[in-house]
Every structure is written in structure tokens, then in C-alpha cells.
């Protein structure tokens, strides 16, 4: 497992929108903007079951994240992961935290009737670093 350094958590702390992709049955990529956060140095998504993400990761754990400062272009973080974890436990919690960060909202306003929320736990095997 990686070690994301300073500037990659202080980065993923932000409401700054990351770019997951995920592979496809046939292995094309599959890339989707969505809300991020951490526990530590592990990467935690929010999804709902059913979604493409969620069926392409539990057939295929393979992902990458990458996110750019909007403030500062060379502020990134590029990061190839493996999905270790997709549970449902906390994922309600994950979904209302993550919507305070990104919007100011305390609650999840989109979520629909019977909607089962996934958190997805990545784990970084490597991070790349822009050159300076």
C-alpha cells in the first residue's frame, strides 16, 4: 500500500471533485466525477448499488483515482488503486459527510426511495507525483 504524502491528503481533505475510473467487462475504462474522501490513507467512494462503477468494480477491483487543484493545475493526485472493500456499513453516514463537504448540506438530497448506498475502499498501490 501507498502512502499518500501531504500534499495528496490535504488535497483529497477539500470539496475538490475526483475522477474515478473503473474497468468495463471488456476492459475499456469507465470514468465518473464523484465525491471522495479518506480514512487515513485509504480512499473512500460513495455509490449506489447497481450503479456501473459498483457492478464494474466487484467483478474487477482494478481502479484509478485522479484529482486536480483547481486553484493549482500542478496540486494533483494520480493514484492506480484496488477496491478492497465495498460494504454497505457507514455507507449512509459516508454519503451525508460527503455531502457536507462538497455542498454544505448535512443530508444527501438526491437519494431515492429503496436506494442501497455502497462505500467503496480503495486502497493506493501507487501514487504518482507530478515532476517538479
Known amino acids: 500500500m501507498a502512502t499518500l504524502p501531504p500534499t495528496a491528503r490535504a488535497l483529497v481533505d ?3 471533485i475526483a475522477a474515478l475510473t473503473t ?11 464523484v465525491w471522495i474522501g479518506r480514512d487515513g490513507d485509504v480512499l473512500v467512494v460513495n455509490t449506489a448499488r447497481g450503479r456501473v ?6 467483478r474487477d477491483p482494478r481502479v484509478s483515482v485522479c484529482m486536480v487543484d483547481p486553484e493549482d493545475p500542478m ?4 493514484a492506480e488503486g484496488t477496491v478492497v472493500e465495498v460494504t454497505t456499513e457507514g455507507a449512509d453516514a459516508l454519503i451525508d459527510a460527503l455531502s457536507l463537504k ?10 431515492t426511495p ?11 498501490d501507487r501514487v504518482l507525483l507530478p515532476t517538479p
Do not use: D, M, S, W
Not at 468495463?24 to 465518473?32: A, F, K, S, W
Open 53 to 58: 462503477k459498483a457492478r464494474n468494480v466487484e
Open 75 to 78: 496540486n494533483v493526485l494520480a
Open 14 to 16: 477539500r470539496p475538490v
Open 114 to 124: 429503496g436506494q442501497i448506498r455502497l462505500t467503496l475502499r480503495i486502497r493506493c
Open 102 to 111: 462538497y455542498t454544505g448540506a448535512a443530508t444527501f438530497g438526491a437519494r
Open 23 to 33: 474497468l468495463r467487462p471488456g476492459g475499456t475504462p469507465h470514468t465518473t466525477p
